[in-house]
């Protein structure tokens, strides 16, 4: 019996109590099955060798041949470093110490031959290695080498404790002696047949001792598929449960409402994405579970007639809907936009909000609980606890990430089984990590726009071209157009920003005087009425520009408001450029964005401005993001632990997680429970994973 994979690290040969707790502080590394996961970031090829004058500027690692020829100290600001002349029969190189010089100096010896290897720098005219890897070439000779050398992931405290990538290394090498580089296997026959899989032992060894870069690419994929395979059976396994234990309504009926509606008061063709989501909602709402979905459409998309629609299912069936919006502005478009549908269907709907008069409010909790009010509007004023619905069958959710998950469950407590939930949102989070973060949701996602929108004309501008930017304004606003104005708004400088707004205020106040133009202000310190108010007026057209902080960026709509300046630009995230140019480009008349800058901007400040001129799509757009920030810094990415995955790569390895979970689905589908005997290595490891943590780190 070859040693278990629990065992703590402390007992493999060559670890020791304090290579141990480096390890387990480091790298969490507390057992043997930790260390086997240590997967390396990179490799490199150790059987090529540079001559001297083949060096380029940009070569990464390299190993050189050559002697050292003579040593000298070269004073510096703090200490001195140690420099050692090294030549080839090529040329002349430098090798540099910072450290250890003395160390260094009485073990390397003049004219041996050695063997270097390092990242080179290029300065004042020559080659330099700092703090080289360095072998006697009789020593190196004896050494297997690999064209693929493992480079483990390390941290300075590591390194400065000796615990180099040579010792891990070695630590592996002796762990698979121990092991006997034996390892179970963790996926089914059935699976590695049909995808092809090397086994989990060959997996192990040759990711980290690749024989062949074949092998190594297999060992690779075979590994990440695992990774993401096993998180995907967790998130669906979840939905499953969710599924069978939550009972909804079952919809049964599309009937008069749907029906009538659909053929006679459609007022625009649907587009197929609209028609695909529709089908899929329908699908929920006619099964015996309780719908949980998410539905993700750019700005613009045609979310609001899906909603419409779904409700309408729910009415069909006897049951009540409401629409739940972040804000008293969003939930009046709403309600304005769904009137008119409504009178013709003869469907009672009605509006709640925060500044719903008492006796009105009196009125719609009566009909809501006799069960008269058919379609209820709102804002959260819908949540209180005297909202009582006789009979709620269907909630929707629009701009969902205003609102939190406690909110959501407390929709669920409005009727006795909860209701079909719907979210919407028009923030585009990347296929790939909506997959791996949102189990309990299912997907649904129109990624189409109605025909016949015209592009918005996206620019960047900067500063200094202001006087032009401010002569489009007057010519739009000559055509009867409206403007926005934005200004950047983030917690850390509040202060600075509210001048920087002011002062924009100011200047924008004389460029455009009273009363040829009109202009609101919008920020966080007005109190609410007085923020609904200014933006009435320029809803309603009373007011020419809109200067505003980011508090514009949900869900308003102004189709006569064409052009949309984002001040700093470089200062917002894409998605939020994202939106803010979405508040434009909603009526007939071509829009704009304009992203004033300043010349100083980052390289990814470059790459989000580009991307925002070049491409409209906020799939692409969520993309890019994805690839600048990392998955941490997108929405509802911290809990998911999407962040933790040991080999793959949410971003790069999309397609194996479109396999895995497709897999996963396959096996869950014909075996939910994961009682067949082919099934068991399954169940086995799933459950091992939960016991030692492992798998909890992905789960919220
Ligand atoms: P969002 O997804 O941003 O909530 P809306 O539902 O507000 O988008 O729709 C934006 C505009 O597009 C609305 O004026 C709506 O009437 C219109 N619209 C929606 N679907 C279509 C369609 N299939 N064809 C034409 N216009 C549409
Ligand atoms: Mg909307």
Same mark, same amino acid.
């Not at 930790?34 to 500027?57: A, G, H, M, S």
């Not at 009867?480 to 924008?508: A, F, T």
């Given at each position: ?327 008293? $502005?969003?939930?009046? +478009? *709403?309600?304005? =936009?769904?009137?008119?549908?409504? #009178? !013709?269907? %003869?469907? /009672?709907? &009605? ?44 909630? $929707?959710?629009?701009? +969902? *990430?205003?609102? =939190?998950?406690?909110?959501?469950? #407390? !929709?669920? %407590?409005? /009727?006795? &089984? ?283």
């Amino acid at each position: 019996m070859s040693a278990n994979l629990q065992t703590p690290i402390d007992y493999l040969k060559g670890v020791g109590p304090n290579r141990a707790d480096l390890l387990r502080s480091e790298l969490s590394i507390h057992t043997y099955q930790d260390l086997i996961n240590l997967f390396p970031n990179r490799y490199i090829d150790r059987t090529r060798f540079y001559k001297i004058n083949e060096l380029q500027r940009n070569t990464a690692e390299v190993q050189i041949i050559g002697t050292i020829t003579g040593f000298r100290e070269v004073a510096q600001k703090r200490g001195k470093r140690l420099v050692a002349n090294f030549k080839d029969d090529t040329g002349m190189m430098e090798l540099v110490w910072f450290r250890g010089q003395k160390w260094i100096r009485e073990s390397l010896q003049i004219g041996k031959t050695y063997v270097i290897f390092g990242k080179t720098n290029w300065f004042s005219g020559k080659y330099s290695m700092p703090h080289p890897e360095i072998e006697l070439q009789s020593e190196h000779d004896k050494n297997l080498r690999s064209a693929m050398q493992p480079i483990y992931p390390s941290t300075e405290k590591l390194s400065n404790k000796g615990i180099t990538n040579k010792v891990v290394s070695k630590i592996m090498q002796q762990l698979f002696l121990e092991t006997k580089g034996r390892f179970a296997e963790t996926l089914p026959e059935t699976l590695k047949d049909d995808l092809k899989l090397i086994s989990k032992t060959d997996a192990l060894l040759n990711i980290h001792f690749p024989k062949t870069s074949e092998l190594l690419a297999r060992a690779q994929f075979r590994l990440k598929f695992e990774e993401l395979f096993y998180i995907q059976l967790q998130l669906i396994l979840k939905n499953l449960i969710h599924k069978s234990k939550i009972k909804g309504f079952p919809f049964t009926e599309v009937g008069t409402y749907f029906n009538t509606f659909f053929k006679d008061h459609l007022p625009f063709d649907l587009t197929n994405a609209q028609k695909r989501v529709i089908k899929e909602i329908r699908s929920d709402l006619g099964s015996n579970a309780q719908m949980n979905r998410l539905l993700q459409g750019d700005v613009g998309s045609g979310k609001t007639i899906v909603a419409f629609m779904s409700m309408l299912i729910g009415l069909d069936n006897g049951f009540q809907c409401c629409l739940m919006a972040p804000t008293e $502005i969003l939930s009046v +478009q *709403h309600y304005n =936009g769904l009137i008119e549908l409504c #009178k !013709l269907l %003869k469907i /009672n709907i &009605s509006i709640l909000t925060g500044s719903t008069k008492t006796s009105e409010r009196k009125i719609i909790h009566k009909n809501l609980e006799n069960g008269q009010l058919q379609i209820l509007i709102g804002t959260h004023a819908l949540l209180e606890d005297k909202v009582k619905f006789k009979n709620l069958g269907i909630a $929707i959710i629009d701009e +969902q *990430h205003r609102f =939190g998950v406690a909110q959501r469950s #407390k !929709l669920w %407590k409005k /009727n006795t &089984s909860p209701p079909h939930i719907l979210v919407m949102t028009a923030t585009p989070i990347p296929r790939t990590l909506a997959m791996s973060i949102y189990g309990d949701l299912d997907i649904s996602i129109i990624d189409e726009l109605p025909a016949g929108r015209k592009p918005i004309k996206t620019v960047h501008r900067y500063d200094n071209n202001r006087l032009k930017v401010f002569k489009f304004i007057r010519d739009e606003i000559s055509k009867g157009r409206q403007v926005y104005i934005v200004y950047p708004l983030i917690q850390e400088s509040e202060k600075m920003d509210y001048k920087d707004l002011m002062d924009g205020y100011e200047s924008i106040s004389r460029e455009f005087p009273m009363p040829d133009y009109q202009i609101s202000i919008v920020h966080g310190k007005m109190k609410p009425a007085d923020k609904d108010y200014e933006m009435q007026r320029f809803v309603k057209g009373e007011t020419n520009i809109m200067v505003a902080t980011t508090v514009i960026e949900v869900g308003v709509n102004v189709p006569n408001a064409s052009v949309m300046i984002i001040e700093s630009a470089e200062r917002f995230g894409l998605s939020q450029l994202h939106q803010l140019r979405g508040r434009v480009g909603r009526g007939a008349e071509q829009s704009y964005c304009i992203l004033m800058t300043s010349h100083k901007l980052s390289n990814d400040s470059k790459t989000r401005l580009e991307t925002m001129v070049r491409s409209s799509d906020g799939f692409e757009i969520a993309e890019v993001d994805l690839k600048l920030r990392g998955p941490g810094d997108i929405m509802g990415t911290q809990q998911s632990g999407v962040l933790n995955l040991r080999i793959a790569d949410i971003v790069k390895d999309k397609d194996i997680l479109q396999q895995a979970r497709y897999y996963a689905k396959q096996v869950l589908k014909i075996d939910p429970s994961l009682a067949l005997p082919e099934n068991n290595v399954i169940l086995e490891t799933y459950r091992q994973m939960s016991k030692y943590r492992n798998i909890w780190n992905y789960i919220s």
